[in-house]
């Protein structure tokens, strides 16, 4: 006995001194070589922690937004490889450490993973890959890792730790019993059997050493599902988009309720932006919200508008409190403000068909794209994964917006969603998604959706083609004799000099000096059907 008590610290030693040896040559390798990697590389997001930890959840949830702000991404869930390879689940001991057979078989899925991985870059246009396993040895991060320094892929890990017993069991519950792996088994079976699993991971979980051994990877740990973080060598901006996304998520139970303000008078006459009150119907709607809300009996719940007429109004029916956010107003049409498509076509027609040829990037000459919006829309996505229960009255294209980040929509399809008027969306987050409830309250209103054209472009301008095109906020007007239109300003923030500043020069004559002045004053009247 004391012979064996002898050897301990001495084989502990020569682990120590082979693992510092090991990651200083990672150091003296990552110091000469950091240099090689571009600044917009690939990106390799991999999650570490034991099962039911919601590194699924943190992926999908990541992968989701990333996509909603134009970086192309994709989850490599090595469950899924697993299951390929092997048909039947039976039990735990698939997942022992000394089963050598079902090692061979998890390390080969991991390989044909990482080839997915380099194939959907290389081939497919990904930017960001989140390897989505649980990853939870030294051994198998440095696999990982050589990958992607063979490839010159930057790597950022998620680590996700948690030992709160009613949490795990909570997921467990949630998530895995309904996972291929449990077909018809009861709940105590399932949870026996995944308690067992864990426990087979425990025994070679190296978590992530950020004072020796890991200590230049880059990285975020998760505690306890958000209650603490621990943040290591941020290198670039995707990292630190990734951090600030998954510091302000939760996994509490709320509901976010979405609607478009009340029919107003330019709906009615098939106008687009402006600043319109309601009408008799948007007025009839925003009573029937009220009860609406009146009849959820929400707790805490918050209301949030744009700063144009028409939300604000359609929340003071309410008679609750209600927050003015000037980013959720509605889509800058530019010139084009307070225009019918139809006036648009004829006067505009280069601009008309080239929005429908590509509806997400298409710019307004001196408005806004989706594109735009959705980049204006991400402080808004922040605070609705922070908050509890939230109602937002906004405009049909950020309704689109904020539906597409829930609901994982793409940027083609984006712009065609349908947001009838006086219609409710309830979407209540889920394990892996969320979950969509539409509601009518069943007061009359007119149509304002514009179905997607035809693939014809025979419409388009001769000097463009079929392709996703992108142009700068001041790109001369389709016409050389029209004036740009300006925004309407929110009550108190109307520039005190508007045709004096660079973008209004006073280089025009009279008579268009004259329409500049009058196209800045604040109008009583506008709404949107864009």
Known sequence: MSGHTALVPEQNNNNSNQENKTSNMRVSEKKCSWASYMTNSPTLIVMIGLPARGKTYMSKKLTRYLNWIGVPTKVFNLG??????????????????????????????????????????????????VFDATNTTRERRDLILNFAK?????????????????????????????????????????????????????????????DNYDQDLSFIKVINVGQRFLVNRVRDYIQSKIVYYLMNIHVQPRTIYLCRHGESDFNLVGKIGGDSGLSPHGKQFAQALKKFIAEQEIVDLKVWTSQLKRTIQTAEFLGVPYEQWKILNELDAGVCEEMTYEEIETQYPDEFALRDQEKYL????????????????????????????????????????????????????????????????????????????????????????????????????????PVRMRRNSFTPLASSDTIKRTRNYSVGSRPLNPVGSPLFPETLNGADQQKLQVSVQVLQMGSACL
């Open 150 to 210: 063979e490839n010159a892929y930057k790597v950022f890990f998620v680590e996700s730790v948690c030992d709160d017993p009613e949490v795990i069991a909570a997921n467990i519950l949630e998530v895995k019993v309904s996972s291929p792996d449990y077909p018809e088994r009861n709940r105590e079976c399932v949870m026996d059997d995944f308690l067992k699993r864990i426990e087979c991971y425990k025994v070679t979980y190296q978590p992530l050493d950020p």
């Open 80 to 129: 899924v490889y697993r299951r390929e390879a092997v048909q039947s689940y039976k039990s735990y001991d698939f997942f022992r450490h000394d089963n050598k057979e079902a090692m061979k078989i998890r390390k080969q899925c991991a390989l044909v993973a990482l080839e997915d991985v380099k194939a959907y870059v290389t081939e497919d246009g990904g930017q960001i890959a």
């Open 362 to 465: 298409y710019r307004y000459p001196g408005g806004e794209s989706y594109q735009d919006l959705v980049q204006r829309l991400e402080a808004v996505i922040m605070e609705l994964e922070r908050q509890g229960s939230v109602l937002v009255i906004a405009h049909q294209a950020v309704m689109r917006c904020l539906l597409a980040y829930f609901l994982d929509k793409s940027a083609d399809e984006l712009p065609y969603l349908k947001c009838p008027l006086h219609t409710i969306f309830k979407l209540t987050p889920v394990a892996y998604g969320c979950k969509v409830e539409t509601i009518t309250l069943n007061v009359e209103a007119v149509n304002t959706h514009r179905d997607k054209p035809s693939g014809n472009t025979n419409n388009l301008p001769k000097s463009q083609t």
